[in-house]
């Protein structure tokens, strides 16, 4: 079975600050990694993924995110924050030994940056 | 350069009718996916194909039917609209495990 869980709703973050949106996962293997954001009336848009290899995965629009194995943790970072990066991020979990292709998706984080 | 299209974007029907979601990608994917989208509940699949006449229930599949005639088009049909199904629809596409291309949705409401 795989899990995913994003534990916050909401975060807020002052522009040009560093900003962190926090993931856990749950596999029974090695886990694909996945964040997405959304602006409103848009559909999901891919940032970044982890498969394999370099624990730092870095992303589009200066978006990072770190795997780590021991915390079962894939958080996603940004050095400096703007106010355009205000979106709803998810975070998505497959398990590769399934045989499905089925990603899980976490509940979002609302992210919300203050100028 | 590749996409995928939904339309109609907003559609607004009446309980009982049937209606039908279209969605178009040009990635040349095998794996479409249905999701609707509603507060507090997240993303729930509705139907998946991994590829032409292939189509498998997701876990809210009661109500919705989709087919699979070629790799481009995955529309979603409602049998009979319920007030339950007023939501935001997205179609995504992927090709093998890896990250899925989301449509722009279609907004429905049914009243």
């Known amino acids: 079975a795989q899990s995913v869980a994003q534990p916050e709703d909401q975060v807020n973050v002052a522009e040009g600050n560093p900003l962190t949106v926090k993931c856990t996962y749950s596999?029974?293997?090695?886990?694909?990694l996945f964040w997405y954001v959304q602006y409103p009336n848009r559909g999901l848009q891919f940032l970044l993924k982890?498969?394999?290899?370099?624990?730092l995965v870095k992303g589009s629009y200066g978006f990072e995110a770190e795997f780590n194995k021991s915390q079962t943790s894939f958080h996603l970072k940004k050095p400096s924050a703007l106010v355009s990066d205000s979106a709803l991020y998810f975070c998505?979990?497959?398990?590769?030994?399934?045989?499905?292709?089925?990603?899980?998706f976490g509940r979002g984080t609302s992210l919300i940056v203050h100028p | 350069d590749a996409e995928i299209t939904q339309s109609p974007r907003h559609k607004i029907t009446e309980t009982g009718r049937q209606v039908t979601l279209a969605c178009h990608q040009t990635?040349?994917?095998?794996?479409m996916f249905w999701y609707r989208q509603d507060l507090g509940h997240g993303l729930r699949l509705i139907h998946y194909?991994?590829?032409?006449?292939?189509?498998n229930k997701g876990e809210v599949s009661d109500g919705y039917s989709v087919s699979r005639s070629n790799t481009e088009d995955l529309p979603l049909t409602l049998e009979s609209a319920a007030s339950s199904q007023t939501s935001v629809y997205f179609c995504?596409?992927?090709?093998?495990?890896?990250?899925?291309?989301f449509g722009p949705g279609t907004r429905l409401t049914v009243t």
């Open positions: 995504a596409s992927s090709e093998q495990g890896n990250e899925q291309y």
């Open positions: 596999v029974s293997g090695n886990p694909y």
């Open positions: 982890y498969i394999t290899g370099d624990n």
């Open positions: 998505a979990v497959r398990d590769p030994t399934g045989g499905s292709y089925i990603p899980t």
């Open positions: 990635w040349n994917h095998n794996n």
């Open positions: 194909s991994y590829g032409v006449h292939d189509t």
